[in-house]
Structure formats: structure tokens, C-alpha cells
């Protein structure tokens, strides 16, 4: 089993609608959770932290953390075109390790 | 721009060549890390430093592979006799703590022919 699991996609949503996201991660222990965007050919951008139980909201975008499911989620409202990217699920603390380790990530479009 | 910083953005190199890469964290920062990122994956850690400290070396960090922090700023990566499979993103990213969020630079391109 891997460490932290995305969905690779394409995940293909239309213009204005939610965007679901989903990640699942190995560890309970595991610490703090983070969602990046990344275009094609760009560094990883941070778009959402999480640290506690429940959903935290920034704008257009919700995160959602379950630790007893071991389960992060993004949604994306009123998805834009420029939405479209790869959406990559980072966790900190895996077996107390002090570092990221990332999903694969999961390939959005938003089709106009 | 106080954001991390890396140079050079693209290096093109040849087989058994020496590459160095460099990496300027946010100012503030304590944390200092190294990723690699190949196409379709995500990044993957290598090293990371707290102040001059290398704290970790992951397994992907052959011994061909070695990393500096000298005076607790900025960071160094140098890869000694490239191979074709060392093509990838060397991304670096920086944090205030352990467990804060990272910011990352915009990665250097290395392209071994």
C-alpha cells in the first residue's frame, strides 16, 4: 500500500461546478495534511493546510480532513478554467517522519 | 520576491559531468528541503536541513548525491557523475517548522544526455 493515494484521473469537471478531490494516507499518526496546485511544467503551489478534524475553508476551496478514515478531501467551487491543473495531496508526520510525502496527484481539467 | 529561490532554472548536461544546484530559502526559514519530481509523479524527498543540520538522507540519495547547508541560509545540491536516470525537477522548498507548511521554489530542470 502506498503511503498517500490520489486518484491519478483526468478528472474532467464542467465550468462552475464542484471539483471533488480525494486522498487517502497510510498512518493515523500522520500530523498535518496540505493540497498543491501544480501547472504543467511549474513547482508546486500550497493551496490549503489542514491540521484538525472537520473542514476548513479559504475562498473557493474547502478542505476536509477525516483521521479516523484516514481521508483528505478538496473541493473546488465554481471551478474555473484556469482550475485546471494537477492537484497534488501532501501528508507530514508519516511514522514520525518529518517530511512531505506526496500523492501522485490527480489531473483536473475544467471544461469551458 | 521573498520567495524561495533556485538556480539555475534548466541544466542540460552530459553524462558523467558534475552538476551544482543552488537554494536560497525565505529569509526566516529554519527548514530547508530537497525533492525530485519525474513526469506524472509526485515529488519525492531527498534531504532536509534544519539551520547548518542535515536532519535526514532519504534511500533515493545515493552516494553520488550530497548536500549542504553551510551556514544555515542558503543550500547546495551536487550530483557527481550523472546518469541518464538522474533527469528530473530538483525541487527545494522551506518551512518556519517540522510541521508548517513548506513553500517551494521553482525547481531546476536537469536534463543528462
Known amino acids: 500500500q502506498k503511503e498517500v493515494e490520489q486518484n491519478s484521473g483526468p478528472l474532467s469537471v464542467p465550468e462552475g461546478a464542484i471539483a471533488s478531490l480525494n486522498c487517502t494516507y497510510s498512518?493515523?499518526?500522520?500530523?498535518?495534511f496540505f493540497w498543491y496546485r501544480q501547472y504543467s511544467g511549474k513547482s508546486p503551489e500550497l493551496i490549503m493546510s489542514?491540521?484538525?478534524?472537520g473542514d476548513k475553508e479559504d475562498g473557493r476551496f474547502t478542505a476536509q480532513l477525516n483521521k479516523a478514515s484516514q481521508y483528505v478531501s478538496l473541493l473546488i467551487r465554481d471551478s474555473q478554467p484556469s482550475d485546471s491543473a494537477t492537484y497534488l495531496c501532501?501528508?507530514?508526520?508519516?511514522?514520525?517522519?518529518?517530511?512531505?510525502?506526496f500523492g501522485q496527484g490527480t489531473r483536473l481539467t475544467i471544461n469551458p | 520576491d521573498t520567495g524561495v529561490s533556485q538556480n539555475p532554472r534548466h541544466k542540460i548536461t552530459k553524462r558523467g559531468q558534475n552538476v551544482t544546484f543552488r537554494c536560497d530559502p525565505i529569509?526566516?526559514?529554519?527548514?530547508l528541503y530537497w525533492y525530485r519530481q519525474t513526469l506524472g509523479q509526485g515529488p519525492e524527498f531527498l534531504t532536509y536541513?534544519?539551520?547548518?543540520?542535515?536532519?535526514?538522507k532519504s534511500r533515493l540519495l545515493s552516494d553520488r548525491f550530497s548536500a549542504e547547508r553551510p551556514k544555515g541560509s542558503f543550500s547546495t545540491l551536487e550530483i557527481q557523475r550523472t546518469e541518464q536516470g538522474d533527469s528530473a525537477m530538483y525541487l527545494c522548498?522551506?518551512?518556519?517548522?517540522?510541521?508548517?507548511?513548506?513553500?517551494f521554489g521553482p525547481g531546476t530542470r536537469l536534463t543528462v544526455l
Open positions: 536541513f534544519q539551520n547548518e543540520a542535515q536532519l535526514e
Open positions: 501532501a501528508v507530514n508526520g508519516i511514522q514520525g517522519a518529518q517530511k512531505l510525502v
Open positions: 529569509s526566516e526559514h529554519n527548514r
Open positions: 498512518d493515523r499518526g500522520s500530523q498535518s
Open positions: 489542514i491540521y484538525s478534524n
Open positions: 522548498a522551506s518551512s518556519l517548522t517540522s510541521a508548517d507548511e513548506q513553500f
